[in-house]
């Protein structure tokens, strides 16, 4: 089912929530709205499930106008950050619950729901109550209850913001292979750029109410289109009015025309990788990205002095990406 957001705008009071937005979610993809909190994200996917009202423009889900559809006649699962569970019920009451208010067959609720704990890895859980699962464990048994009724759009509201990094790691490789099994078009939200990289085929990166830019991460990443994409969208330093990623920088220990004079002030050693934090004369700060070969070879502590040399650097002049014109380490040296 393809989801379809026309000129969608939303305020609560003196604060827009969201201006103008328009977005197309395809059939069967796994769509991420990813920006800072009070962008406007939550409250899109709030409209797309009919539970907030928009001031204009309109909704489409599998090429129908959904406004005066009722949130449960959508097609829609909801899955919300705070796991919402009815706690005097066992976890396979929890996941049967949609399909009895529907009185679906009691077989067919039994079959249903087996298959779906089995599915989210819950089957030895099922006469348990939800302060008797673990938060990863809570969160799998929400999904399983939202895919319960056979939604054709699923939505995550943060689903995986309350727990540890450790848990909510695991859980996207999970979901992922959950995606790919059941197909659903989802859609779901996060402020956490590394969750949507890693989840999502497309991103929307929303700000402001307003969004900034639809791609895939490596496009995001490689081709932002704004100086909000290129500073949310992975690492990245200003250095006067250009832009640079932190594996662009190049770092040497010797002075030349054309490199910047910089100050060591940390070393960050992350495994293979090496994050390197430089003052800059400016009082800029710029990150570099390095390989623990490279960092053994330079010998680099804080305080040192060093010079860098951008090899690649981004203007976004009136809004407009441009690619600026670094010296080259040649005519450098």
Same mark, same amino acid.
């Given at each position: 089912?393809?989801?379809?957001?026309?000129?969608?705008?939303?305020?609560?009071?003196?604060?827009?929530?969201?201006? +103008?937005?328009? @977005? /197309?979610?395809?059939?069967? %993809?796994?769509? &991420?709205?990813?920006? =800072? $909190?009070?962008?406007?994200?939550?409250?899109?996917?709030?409209?797309?499930?009919?539970?907030?009202?928009?001031?204009?423009?309109?909704?489409?889900?599998?090429?129908?106008?959904?406004?005066?559809?009722?949130?449960?006649?959508?097609?829609?699962?909801?899955?919300?950050?705070?796991?919402?569970?009815?706690?005097?019920?066992?976890?396979?009451?929890?996941?049967?619950?949609?399909?009895?208010?529907?009185?679906?067959?009691?077989?067919?609720?039994?079959?249903?729901? +087996?298959?779906? @704990? /089995?599915?989210?890895?819950? %089957?030895?859980? &099922?006469?348990?109550? =939800? $302060?008797?699962?673990?938060?990863?464990?809570?969160?799998?048994?929400?999904?399983?209850?939202?895919?319960?009724?056979?939604?054709?759009?699923?939505?995550?509201?943060?689903?995986?913001?309350?727990?540890?990094?450790?848990?909510?790691?695991?859980?996207?490789?999970?979901?992922?292979?959950?995606?790919?099994?059941?197909?659903?078009?989802?859609?779901?939200?996060?402020?956490?750029?590394?969750?949507?990289?890693?989840?999502?085929?497309?991103?929307?990166?929303?700000?402001?109410?307003?969004? /900034?830019?639809?791609?895939?991460?490596?496009?995001?990443?490689?081709? =932002?289109?704004?100086?909000?994409?290129?500073?949310?969208?992975?690492?990245?330093?200003?250095?006067?009015?250009?832009?640079?990623?932190?594996?662009?920088?190049?770092?040497?220990?010797?002075?030349?025309?054309?490199?910047?004079?910089?100050?060591?002030?940390?070393?960050?050693?992350?495994?293979?990788?090496?994050?390197?934090?430089?003052?800059?004369?400016?009082?800029?700060?710029?990150?570099?990205?390095?390989?623990?070969?490279?960092?053994?070879?330079?010998?680099?502590?804080?305080?040192?002095?060093?010079?860098?040399?951008?090899?690649?650097?981004?203007?976004?002049?009136?809004?407009?990406?441009?690619?600026?014109?670094?010296?080259?380490?040649?005519?450098?040296?």
């Amino acid at each position: 089912m393809s989801i379809e957001v026309r000129g969608l705008s939303k305020r609560f009071g003196t604060f827009t929530a969201l201006d +103008d937005v328009s @977005l /197309e979610v395809p059939t069967g %993809s796994l769509t &991420a709205l990813l920006g =800072p $909190s009070g962008s406007g994200k939550s409250t899109l996917l709030r409209i797309i499930a009919g539970l907030e009202r928009s001031d204009s423009g309109e909704v489409i889900i599998s090429g129908k106008v959904a406004k005066d559809l009722k949130p449960r006649d959508r097609g829609v699962g909801f899955v919300f950050q705070h796991y919402a569970a009815f706690k005097h019920m066992t976890v396979w009451d929890n996941v049967a619950f949609g399909l009895k208010i529907r009185h679906r067959p009691r077989a067919e609720i039994r079959l249903r729901v +087996d298959e779906l @704990l /089995e599915l989210v890895q819950l %089957s030895p859980f &099922a006469k348990r109550y =939800p $302060s008797q699962l673990s938060g990863g464990q809570r969160q799998r048994m929400a999904l399983a209850r939202a895919l319960a009724v056979e939604p054709q759009v699923l939505l995550l509201d943060e689903p995986f913001g309350a727990l540890d990094a450790r848990v909510r790691s695991e859980l996207r490789v999970w979901l992922r292979r959950l995606h790919e099994e059941v197909h659903v078009t989802t859609i779901f939200v996060t402020h956490d750029q590394h969750e949507a990289m890693d989840l999502a085929a497309r991103i929307a990166v929303v700000n402001h109410g307003r969004i /900034e830019q639809v791609g895939s991460p490596r496009d995001l990443y490689e081709q =932002p289109a704004s100086e909000f994409v290129m500073g949310f969208i992975g690492q990245a330093s200003k250095i006067g009015e250009s832009w640079v990623r932190p594996h662009d920088l190049e770092i040497s220990l010797e002075r030349s025309e054309g490199r910047i004079a910089a100050k060591v002030e940390r070393v960050v050693h992350l495994g293979f990788e090496v994050r390197v934090e430089l003052s800059l004369e400016s009082g800029e700060i710029a990150l570099v990205q390095i390989t623990r070969d490279e960092a053994t070879r330079l010998g680099l502590a804080s305080g040192d002095r060093v010079w860098v040399l951008p090899q690649r650097l981004r203007e976004f002049s009136a809004g407009l990406p441009t690619e600026a014109a670094p010296a080259s380490s040649e005519a450098s040296a």
